[in-house]
């Protein structure tokens, strides 16, 4: 694989500074690091540093090249200055299988795990053998306030505990443990990208809200209420998505389709009849991702767990939710606010780099959330 892609990164302290927490967020075509050190108790930022491979070379995933995603990653480092060689990082959501458990209450929760493997094996789509997965028990996180549960089924939830459980191939992880071992970077541990946007965006909002993160290849959806991911959806499509439809549709070389997809105004005016202003040929890209979040908003309502029912809030992130009128024309179509997230909001950092951190802070989110695990 030939060694071109989109680069930056920024050193921000000198050298006598302390190594800190990295967070690397591994994409189907890029590479993104955060590094943060613990002020008395808040995330202070080291440096940052992202590369990104163009669409022209994007044709597989990253992680599949081990070898190549490794050397990538090592020169990132190197260029931005990391100190820290632990590494936290989360494997891609398309890849997790995840799953909210009720299960008959324990005073032992290793009793638990015969039954926890059982579901797994009713529900995942991999053989048990064949996966790596991580029980979190949720205790009191998802029991009813007492003004709005019945006495039968307080009664009920007592004797319940809810597990979300988490799942991925071992062939998948082998391949993220190789990257690293080629970096020559010590991995503590997968995290998954639903909980790092989680500390990232949402800290410690209680609400329910939809986290969108529109990346090059796929679009996460997560429905996040009190800190849990109750519905995560992967759709395959993205930015790259976008490129190819201005491409296809005005008959134009990706590199000149991208450009134009940074500024939408260049497109016809004419084209733009889509609530928001999004240009009509863009409709066959966003109309499945408008049908997804609202497949996931009934799915969310009709849980038992969840309080709330009822989502007012989107946060869109990733690398192409800078995409010009994608949040007016969601916030149109849905009926609901919708606002770029900032990861940066809890972060201490120069302010004179605000103006450039606000511009890559989008496609930063996962790699902040996974730097942030071991500070919050």
């Not at 820290?84 to 799953?99: D, I, Q, W």
Request: glycine residues 6%; aromatic residues 6%; contains cysteine.
């Amino acid at each position: 694989m030939t060694l071109c892609y989109t680069y930056s990164t920024m050193s921000l302290f000198g050298k006598t500074q302390k190594s800190g927490y990295l967070g690397v967020d591994i994409g189907a075509s890029s590479i993104k690091l955060v590094e943060l050190t613990n002020e008395k108790g808040r995330a202070r930022l080291m440096t940052y540093g992202y590369a990104e491979l163009p669409v022209s070379e994007t044709g597989g995933l990253l992680f599949d090249d081990t070898k190549f995603a490794g050397e990538l990653l090592t020169e990132v480092c190197k260029k931005a200055g990391c100190r820290s060689t632990s590494v936290m990082a989360a494997l891609p959501m398309s890849n997790v299988f995840s799953t909210i458990l009720s299960l008959p209450l324990a005073k032992d929760r290793k009793q638990l795990k015969p039954l926890i493997d059982a579901e797994i094996e009713k529900l995942s789509p991999l053989p048990l053998s064949e996966m790596i997965t991580y029980s979190t028990f949720l205790d009191g996180e998802v029991k009813k306030s007492e003004k709005s549960q019945k006495p039968q089924k307080a009664e009920r939830e007592e004797k319940e505990v809810k597990v979300l459980v988490t799942g991925a191939a071992k062939t998948l992880v082998q391949k993220y443990i190789e990257i690293f071992k080629v970096a020559k970077l010590q991995l503590q541990a997968l995290d998954t990208e639903s909980f790092a946007l989680i500390r990232s965006l949402v800290g410690k909002d209680k609400s329910a809200i939809v986290i969108i993160d529109l990346g090059a290849k796929r679009t996460n959806i997560t429905i996040v209420e009190r800190g849990i991911p109750f519905v995560t959806r992967s759709v395959n499509l993205g930015g790259d998505s976008v490129t190819s439809r201005i491409s296809a549709s005005i008959n134009t070389d990706l590199a000149q389709a991208e450009r134009m997809k940074r500024d939408f105004g260049e497109l016809s005016s004419s084209e733009s009849a889509l609530p928001g202003g999004l240009p009509t040929l863009l409709e066959p890209v966003f109309q499945p991702l408008v049908n997804e979040i609202k497949y996931a908003l009934q799915l969310y309502a009709g849980m038992e767990f969840t309080e709330v029912k009822k989502v007012e809030k989107i946060i869109l992130t990733g690398g192409s939710a800078h995409l010009p009128r994608v949040p007016e024309y969601l916030s149109a179509t849905l009926n609901m606010n919708v606002y770029r997230g900032d990861p940066w909001a809890r972060i201490v950092y120069p302010q004179d780099l605000s103006v450039v951190l606000e511009e890559i802070g989008p496609r930063m989110s996962i790699a902040v959330g996974l730097a942030m695990r071991e500070i919050e």
